[in-house]
């Protein structure tokens, strides 16, 4: 299962998971958004522009 207790208790900035309740969870509980971790490995690799958009909105990328 999740701990959520990890997410909560440290200065996470972003969480990712590819399971939907957890997600809500991660929301919810530990107020941090979340991302689908292979959005994120795209967004690394500069292959889906507008989650790099949406990563700069949460301050966690600097705009391009």
């Known amino acids: 299962g999740l701990h959520l207790e990890i ?4 200065d ?3 969480g ?3 399971c939907g ?3 809500t969870q991660m929301e919810q509980v530990a107020a941090v958004p979340t991302m689908h971790p292979l959005k994120l490995l795209a967004a690394s690799y ?3 522009p507008e989650i790099n958009e949406s990563l700069a909105q949460l301050g966690l990328v600097a705009e391009s």
């Open 16 to 18: 990712s998971t590819e």
């Open 46 to 48: 500069g292959e889906m």
């Open 12 to 14: 996470h900035q972003i």
């Open 7 to 10: 997410v909560i208790d440290r």
């Open 21 to 23: 309740s957890c997600r």
